[in-house]
């Protein structure tokens, strides 16, 4: 079941539309802010959230003239409030607060609270049949069949803001899903994409958050980095789309312009192109039905010369194997491979495991869960929240061993 929009369910191109940003000061935050900023007159800001920027979130709150804000950590509602006096903004601390975000009346809510925090704050704005631009793994991740499914009964329009996702939801336009043969999702390789394995293994922090093509966040450039961010996406492009392992691969593209294509029964390949730039596919989740104009660079493929691809090369990226494999598992392994995941990249930023270790937590963690034999389907917020929580308990009880070992 797949709550993605078809083109004909449209809002009028000349209404106001009222906006959400759930992770306004984060990198697509950002980007977003950065976009409602250069359409003042099509947009409204009804709520932002941040986690603990205090400062940042104050900022955009009277800038945009929000009508609500909240902050995560709950220790700065003083100062939040005093921030923003007088400006009649009204301001909330802590998950409920959060939430309480998502449920507010905005007809286009951003999706970009990170982990599986993000979760519960996106299911309310589902839950009243709100336009959702995801930009969170996590959803889809953790609770990817409940989560569509909730959508799909609320009527509400999930708009896939990572540039993959976006481009096969743009690519996929041009076929029906009886004749779609596979989705192809473009990795760039990552800094280490022409490593030997043994220098993987020994890789730094600060070569792993060298990405050649993105400015991103600590979390996803690592993640890009060992290719556990592309399993991510491959899973969150079989609840999305609904489609199944079989029907996704994954193509190096180092160059980062073409950022997903889709193959129909007729051999046809329709890909969707770019500059690496956030903006624009969140650009085209803000003005969906509709295109608005986006602020990145024009492409200019003369000058690009050449595009190439490469197989992915699962022996040296082993998370990106470990994706497929709890894919197919399912009842709960995909949120059990993000938690893993989520852990051993914490672990690795604090100099407790070397880079090479990253994947094989998650596999350790994987095999352990497995073996417990408590996988079940999920079925509701609670569920993926649990077994986040046992996974995530499992991994740390497990990253001694892990950090002792050697590749």
Known sequence: MSAVPLRNNRL???????????????????????????????YRVEALTANGNVEALAKLA??????????????????????????????????????????????????????????????AAVDRGAHVALANKECLVCAGDFFMQRAAKA????????SEHNALFQALSSGNRDELVRVIITASGGPFRTWKSADIEQATLAQALKHPNWSMGQKITIDSASMMNKGLEVIEASYLFALSPDEIDVLV????????????????????????????????????????????????????GQLTFEAPDF??????????DSLRTGKGATTVYNAANEVAVAAFI????????????????????IRSGNQAPLTSADDAISVDHVARNRAAALLPQIALKAS
């Open 155 to 162: 009527g509400a329009c999930i708009l896939p803001a990572d």
């Open 253 to 304: 593209h180092p160059q980062s312009i073409i950022h997903g294509m889709v193959e129909f029964s007729d051999r046809s390949v329709v890909a969707q192109l770019g500059a690496p730039d956030m903006r624009t596919p969140i650009a085209h989740c803000l003005g969906w039905p509709d295109r608005i104009k986006g602020p990145a660079a024009k492409l200019d493929l003369a000058k690009i």
């Open 12 to 42: 009028a191109a000349s209404d106001v539309r009222s906006v959400t940003v759930l992770g306004a000061t984060g990198s697509i935050g950002d980007s977003t802010m950065d976009l409602l900023r250069a359409a003042p007159e099509r």
């Open 62 to 123: 009277r800038e945009f003239s929000a009508r609500y804000v909240a902050i995560a950590d709950t220790s700065k509602l003083a100062e939040l409030k005093a921030a923003l006096a007088g400006t009649g903004t009204e301001c909330g601390a802590g998950e409920s607060a959060v939430i309480e975000a998502g449920a507010r009346p905005a007809d286009w809510v951003m999706a970009a609270v990170s982990g599986a925090a993000g979760l519960k704050p996106a299911l």
């Open 350 to 369: 604090a100099g407790k495991i070397r880079f090479g270790a990253i994947a094989r937590l998650v596999e350790a963690t994987l095999e352990d869960w």
């Open 315 to 324: 022996e040296r990226f082993p998370g990106l194997r470990l994706a497929y």
